[in-house]
Each structure stands twice: as structure tokens, then as C-alpha cells.
């Protein structure tokens, strides 16, 4: 059966196993102390092979998080700050749209990053004197389909046309292959996102084709499907494994999360809500942030 996965570092570890893929390039470095991989989609073949379009995916591994490291949160939203400033324009309105159901823990990690963005385009118009200098920033929590009626992208395309806005980040759930990896990393990538893409519901595209403007889009595994997790269980044990015996298994199509999941995702979404404020608001440090957001 196909492993399912969204993130870029996976696909391209799938694909990479019969040799160097065409289009494809990746690199390992270290960003505040945190392994970080970068796989770049450079042509057609590319694309084609990891299922991904043109673009650059940046995967953040943030175990240290996890595990509680010395200085582990700050050195988190510095690092992933860092990824998020190049891939901005320097000035014009920024859209933060939280994408998921609130409801669901594994898919709330949008709206609550979304709840810890310091939003100021309405200070900047009601007090000028003191927050003029301030990037003008606007969040949405677009909800899902099955409770608003309206597909998320329809809401997000109808907002950054009304305000104007120069570019979209756009902060969802996605699925990873491996376990390690859920609630443990974050892909940044400048591709834009399908929102329902972390449980295999493609919707409305979210990207610069559909929105006119740049969508930088905030990923975090927080499930892996049932199907691909017993596969590599499966594998790892030694057994020998026809593609197709999994597919229609009781059990194949379940979603497998993290039993603390409710911490991990009230955590990185502090991480994300953070960095995404520092990249927009450089002159602001992570302490006078926290005045602002708490």
C-alpha cells in the first residue's frame, strides 16, 4: 500500500530509496540547535515523484521541545522565526489564518496557534501613537466545512480580498508516516497548503494561484494513518509484506494520535502563534511578546 504522509522530509525518504531523485535536493543543518532539514522541489520530476509542487519545505525537528531541553521554548520560537522572516514580504498587511476544527484536539493546532498571534491591524487604526509602528496583522479561524457550510478557502479568499493583504500564512494538521515525528516537528514551506490534507479530505487550495498572493504554510503532524503506521510495524518486525494486504483492513483507514495530545498541540501552538508574531514584529523580543499575547 502507499505510505501516506504530507511532509516533504518523508515523501523524499520514500521516493530517495531506489537511488537520487531528479528535482529533488536536500540538506541537513542545525538552527538553534535543532536538526533541520530542507528539501527543495526544484523541476517537473520532482514534483511528480514526491507527489509535492515547487518549492522549498523546511522541517523542523523540535523533540527537545518534547523532552523538556534547558531553554528549549524560546530557542523553539527563535528557530522557527528564523524560517518564517525570509519567506515574507517585508511590508503590506499579513492574513494568519488557523485552519482545523477547535473541537478536535489533533486538528486544533491552527486555531489555537491562531488564539496566540498578536494581531494589531485594529490597534494600529484606533491608536496610531502607539502602535504605528507596528506591521499590520489580522487572524482568522476559518472552521471546517462541516460546521460553517463554507469551504475554509472560500472564507480566507474572501477576507484577504476585502483587507488587502500581501501574503497568507496559513497553519493547519498534517500526517506523518512515522510516530517519532507527530507533534515533534514543523514544515514550513512557501508551496501554500489544502486544508483537510492531514486526513486525507483535500479541499479548496490555499496558494499563491488561488488567494494572488504569497501563502506560507505552518504544518504539524499530529496524526499517522492507521494503514501506514502497521506497514512499517509490520516491516520493522521482518515480515514480508504484499503492498495491497492492508488495503480495506479493518483498522486501516483510523487516524492514530499521541495519548497526550492535548499538551503537545496547546504547546507547539504557543511555538507557532510565538514565531509567527516575531517574524511579522522583529523589533519585539520574546519577552515583551509575552507581555502582549500571554
Same mark, same amino acid.
Given at each position: 500500500?502507499?505510505?501516506?504522509?504530507?511532509?516533504?522530509?518523508?515523501?523524499?525518504?520514500?521516493?530517495?530509496?531506489?537511488?537520487?531523485?531528479?528535482?529533488?535536493?536536500?540538506?541537513?543543518? #542545525? $538552527?538553534?540547535?535543532?536538526?533541520?532539514?530542507?528539501?527543495?522541489?526544484?523541476?517537473?520530476?520532482?514534483?511528480?515523484?514526491?507527489?509535492?509542487?515547487?518549492?522549498?519545505?523546511?522541517?523542523?525537528?523540535?523533540?527537545?521541545?518534547?523532552?523538556?531541553?534547558?531553554?528549549?521554548?524560546?530557542?523553539?520560537?527563535?528557530?522557527?522565526?528564523?524560517?518564517?522572516?525570509?519567506?515574507?514580504?517585508?511590508?503590506?498587511?499579513?492574513?494568519?489564518?488557523?485552519?482545523?476544527?477547535?473541537?478536535?484536539?489533533?486538528?486544533?493546532?491552527?486555531?489555537?496557534?491562531?488564539?496566540?498571534?498578536?494581531?494589531?491591524?485594529?490597534?494600529?487604526?484606533?491608536?496610531?501613537?502607539?502602535?504605528?509602528?507596528?506591521?499590520?496583522?489580522?487572524?482568522?479561524?476559518?472552521?471546517?466545512?462541516?460546521?460553517?457550510? $463554507?469551504?475554509?478557502?472560500?472564507?480566507?479568499?474572501?477576507?484577504?480580498?476585502?483587507?488587502?493583504?500581501?501574503?497568507?500564512?496559513?497553519?493547519?494538521?498534517?500526517?506523518?508516516?512515522?510516530?517519532?515525528?507527530?507533534?515533534?516537528?514543523? #514544515?514550513?514551506?512557501?508551496?501554500?497548503?489544502?486544508?483537510?490534507?492531514?486526513?486525507?479530505?483535500?479541499?479548496?487550495?490555499?496558494?499563491?494561484?488561488?488567494?494572488?498572493?504569497?501563502?506560507?504554510?505552518?504544518?504539524?503532524?499530529?496524526?499517522?494513518?492507521?494503514?501506514?503506521?502497521?506497514?512499517?510495524?509490520?516491516?520493522?518486525?521482518?515480515?514480508?509484506?504484499?503492498?495491497?494486504?492492508?488495503?480495506?483492513?479493518?483498522?486501516?483507514?483510523?487516524?492514530?494520535?499521541?495519548?497526550?495530545?492535548? #499538551?503537545?498541540?496547546?504547546?507547539?501552538?504557543? $511555538?507557532?502563534?510565538?514565531?509567527?508574531?516575531?517574524?511579522?514584529?522583529?523589533?519585539?523580543?520574546?519577552?515583551?511578546?509575552?507581555?502582549?499575547?500571554?
Amino acid at each position: 500500500m502507499e505510505r501516506r504522509t504530507d511532509l516533504a522530509l518523508e515523501a523524499h525518504e520514500l521516493r530517495r530509496e531506489g537511488g537520487k531523485l531528479e528535482g529533488v535536493e536536500s540538506r541537513e543543518t #542545525q $538552527v538553534e540547535g535543532f536538526p533541520l532539514t530542507t528539501v527543495r522541489v526544484t523541476g517537473p520530476d520532482g514534483a511528480r515523484a514526491l507527489g509535492k509542487p515547487e518549492g522549498t519545505y523546511h522541517t523542523l525537528d523540535l523533540t527537545g521541545l518534547e523532552r523538556r531541553e534547558e531553554d528549549a521554548f524560546p530557542r523553539s520560537v527563535r528557530a522557527l522565526a528564523g524560517l518564517l522572516s525570509p519567506l515574507l514580504p517585508k511590508e503590506g498587511d499579513v492574513l494568519v489564518v488557523g485552519l482545523g476544527n477547535r473541537a478536535i484536539t489533533p486538528d486544533a493546532i491552527g486555531p489555537q496557534a491562531a488564539d496566540r498571534t498578536l494581531v494589531t491591524r485594529h490597534l494600529i487604526g484606533m491608536a496610531p501613537e502607539h502602535f504605528g509602528t507596528f506591521r499590520s496583522v489580522a487572524a482568522l479561524a476559518a472552521g471546517v466545512l462541516g460546521t460553517t457550510g $463554507v469551504e475554509s478557502g472560500e472564507i480566507v479568499r474572501a477576507v484577504s480580498d476585502k483587507i488587502g493583504v500581501k501574503a497568507v500564512i496559513a497553519i493547519d494538521a498534517l500526517a506523518a508516516r512515522r510516530v517519532e515525528r507527530l507533534c515533534a516537528t514543523v #514544515q514550513v514551506c512557501d508551496t501554500g497548503i489544502a486544508p483537510g490534507s492531514g486526513v486525507g479530505n483535500h479541499r479548496f487550495a490555499l496558494d499563491r494561484e488561488s488567494l494572488g498572493v504569497p501563502v506560507i504554510a505552518v504544518g504539524v503532524p499530529t496524526v499517522v494513518d492507521g494503514g501506514t503506521l502497521a506497514a512499517d510495524l509490520l516491516e520493522e518486525a521482518g515480515a514480508k509484506l504484499d503492498p495491497q494486504a492492508l488495503t480495506g483492513a479493518p483498522g486501516a483507514s483510523l487516524m492514530v494520535t499521541p495519548r497526550d495530545i492535548d #499538551q503537545r498541540v496547546a504547546d507547539l501552538a504557543k $511555538v507557532i502563534g510565538y514565531a509567527v508574531s516575531l517574524a511579522l514584529q522583529p523589533e519585539l523580543d520574546l519577552a515583551g511578546l509575552e507581555m502582549l499575547v500571554g
